[in-house]
């Protein structure tokens, strides 16, 4: 049984005074996420995202479609027992504390009393807030309200865990302790469904993405098979800034940074860009094919028309 | 009552508690309650009344200015500020969210009123020197204040469900001050004819009688308050804020939170 079960899920927005015009947010999505995996939902502002997330949390009604969770409806609250959910760029109650808050939604979550105040204590400690317990909310930084947005989401041992932007607004050593938190959601077994527009993180983390572009599933793939394919081209880096007159003379674009150079060539210039450096006497640091990147698939989707320009333009 | 609700509750009184607008609210009050004591010392022989009036209507006003203030923001400012998130993805239905505000802040305001009372009756007590059986009607007076709170939290709620926060403050002070005429709005309905009389009538037992929660000049001038106003004032209230609650939970059950 699929962790998440979308079904021709659709969203059409009233808007307006009159609430005449319609905006589509969502065409029908169907999609699958099997238990345990990590699966980023990826696409770029305002491609439906959220509003997927919103339908799946219940705070949004779909138009048409449906969606199960564990197998059980969105509305069930035995499910919403089992889920956890960061919204983006989430936001607390100002006059709480990290320890009050947390406290809160374990009650609301039916996390035993008995257990509560430790549960609260290791949530803590494990999104390194245990010093600012005490503090106030609305002293936080965006960073430490992102950790708490973490920590409440999984307070409750949940089963599947979503998260709408959860690197948004981090520095990298923010961005670095959230990838450790989700790999470590992973090794316990739990379901990760994870937005972002940010696809290092997403190509570093999932076992499978979707790309989504102006409410439409674009594509589905494991990130492994994705990223499997060759360009047909080896990235070679070298010691030293100097750019040996062959290499130059085959019109790649050379780059320098520090006291190393690299160029991207076609595979079949490879031995006579090394052959140019060994003239020079210039220390070979690497050669490495360059791999197609998630990135290329993540262009490569949004590029192509849209199924229903596709029919519109055949009609 | 459900743990979700009462949980709810306990943080929205937490919240309000800590905000510290309801301090500067409560040292108002308390402040024209001292005012109304020096007031009392330049009218000679009608301290008391002074005293009970100001004092009374100086809890009434502010403790409405504090539900209205603190109850049009409940839920749009949690919708505003996504706080609402991730309190409806776990399992708390929609109608325990709204119960759970409504009894936080209800608690609230009864929480403020004991505080601000301790005011009039302080001075009370100076103006005096000493209390009278009579003040058991302050007591009754501030009971019926905060049943007006109750509905004015009820409505403050409703319409927080679905408008913003400046037009619920609106709609809410608007409802307050028409509530305070109900009565004359009754009279006016009985000496007018057909469509009129038929509105008119209708806006009358639609707002909330809050005339009839007004007994201050009553409780003033030292004369009792029947049991059977007590009696129908509660049960009116509760009516009353059910029917309101009711419309907020069929609103916010059907609401997009986008």
Redesign the interface.
């Known amino acids: 049984m699929p962790a998440i079960e979308i079904r021709n899920l659709e969203k059409i927005y009233n808007a307006g005074f009159w609430r005449k015009r319609s905006k589509r947010a969502l065409r029908p999505l169907n999609l699958a996420v099997e238990e345990g995996e990590i699966f980023g939902f990826l696409g770029p502002n305002g491609a439906g995202k959220t509003t997927t997330l919103k339908i799946l949390m219940g705070l949004v009604f779909p138009t048409a479609g449906s969606a199960r969770i564990l197998g059980m409806d969105l509305d069930d609250p035995r499910m919403k027992a089992q889920i956890g959910f960061l919204p983006e760029q989430p936001y607390f109650y100002d006059h709480l504390t990290a320890q009050e808050l947390l406290h809160y939604y374990g009650q609301l979550s039916g996390v035993d009393a008995k257990q509560l105040s430790r549960k609260v204590e290791a949530v803590l400690e494990q999104v390194k807030l245990s010093s600012s317990a005490g503090v106030q909310l609305r002293k936080f930084s965006k960073g430490m309200l992102q950790r708490v947005g973490i920590g409440q989401a999984i307070l409750h041992d949940p089963k599947v865990v979503f998260l709408d932007e959860p690197m948004s607004g981090l520095d990298p050593m923010g961005r670095r302790e959230v990838r450790s938190l989700i790999e470590d959601l992973k090794a316990r077994g739990k379901t990760v469904f994870f937005s972002t527009h940010i696809l290092s993180d997403a190509e570093a983390l999932c076992d499978r993405v979707s790309v989504i572009r102006q409410g439409e599933l674009r594509g589905v793939g494991a990130v492994a098979e994705l990223t499997a394919g060759v360009h047909g081209k080896v990235e070679i880096v070298w010691h030293g800034a100097t750019v040996p007159a062959g290499i130059r003379s085959m019109g790649a674009e050379c780059h320098a940074a520090g006291e190393t150079s690299r160029v991207i060539v076609p595979e079949e210039n490879q031995d006579a860009a090394l052959e140019a450096l060994r003239r020079e006497r210039l220390r070979l640091i690497s050669v490495v094919p360059v791999r197609t990147s998630l990135e290329d698939y993540f262009v490569a989707q949004l590029g192509a028309p849209l199924k229903s320009e596709t029919v519109s333009s055949r009609s | 009552m459900n743990?979700?609700v009462f949980?709810?509750a306990t943080?929205t009184f937490?919240?309000a508690v800590?905000?510290r607008v309801l301090y500067n609210l409560i040292g108002f009050a308390v402040l024209m309650s001292a005012a109304a004591v020096l007031v009392g010392q330049i009218s000679i022989q009608i301290e008391r009344l002074v005293v009970i009036n100001l004092g009374l209507t100086a809890v009434s006003l502010f403790g409405i200015v504090i539900a209205i203030f603190i109850g049009i923001g409940l839920v749009s400012k949690e919708i505003d500020?996504?706080?609402?998130?991730?309190?409806?993805?776990?399992?708390?239905?929609r109608w325990e969210f709204i119960a759970g505000k409504f009894f936080g802040l209800s608690g609230t305001l009864v929480v403020n009123t004991f505080f601000m009372a301790i005011g009039v009756f302080a001075a009370l007590a100076y103006v005096s020197h000493n209390l009278l059986r009579s003040d058991i009607g302050v007591l009754v007076a501030l009971y019926f204040i905060v049943l007006q709170f109750i509905i004015i939290t009820a409505l403050a709620l409703l319409f927080s469900s679905f408008s913003t926060p400046i037009f619920s403050a609106i709609f809410a002070f608007w409802l307050f001050v028409i509530g305070s005429f109900a009565q004359d709005l009754r009279n006016f309905a009985a000496m007018t004819h057909g469509v009129t009389r038929w509105l008119a009538t209708g806006a009358a037992y639609l707002v909330p009688n809050f005339s009839a929660l007004n007994v201050i000049t009553q409780v003033a001038h030292g004369e009792p308050v029947p049991h059977s106003l007590i009696l129908f004032n509660t049960i009116y209230t509760l009516v009353y804020s059910i029917a309101v609650l009711s419309a907020a939970v069929l609103i916010f059950e059907?609401r997009?939170?986008?």
């Open positions: 743990s979700r949980h709810i943080n937490r919240e800590r905000d500020k996504r706080t609402l998130y991730t309190v409806l993805s776990r399992p708390v239905r059907r997009n939170l986008k």
